[in-house]
């Protein structure tokens, strides 16, 4: 019933920047705070930046602190990430989700490489 649609990603230089969006759906949105998540080949899945249910509130992952922004607009159910000075190690499938509830979307992909 949960639908979390990832999009925004794309293919990016070193030191570019990217904004994600997460369109969700299924639920009622402002009651749930959210998260964006990563996975890189090869490697686990990584809690990237959190947020409450009001965005008055964030929580970021040690990598990206200072480079990326999580927000969200309750009244349009979106969640986004602003990815400023983009390394070639933040090259992953990013993927937003509910805190609380099994539901996850489909992923975006967000490569950076010169």
């Known amino acids: 019933q949960v639908q979390l649609v990832e999009s925004g990603g794309g293919l990016v230089q070193p030191g570019g920047s990217l904004s994600l969006s997460c369109a969700a759906s299924?639920?009622?949105?402002?009651?749930?705070?959210m998260r964006w998540y990563r996975q890189a080949p090869g490697k686990e899945r990584e809690l990237v930046a959190s947020?409450?249910?009001?965005?008055?509130?964030?929580n970021y992952a040690d990598s990206v602190k200072g480079r990326f922004t999580i927000s969200r607009a309750n009244a349009k159910n979106t969640l986004y990430l602003q990815m400023n000075s983009l390394k070639p190690d933040d090259t992953a499938v990013y993927y937003c989700?509910?805190?609380?509830?099994?539901?996850w979307g489909q992923g975006t992909q967000v490569t950076v490489s010169s």
């Open positions: 989700a509910v805190v609380g509830r099994p539901a």
């Open positions: 299924g639920f009622t949105f402002s009651s749930y705070a």
């Open positions: 947020i409450s249910i009001t965005g008055g509130s964030t």
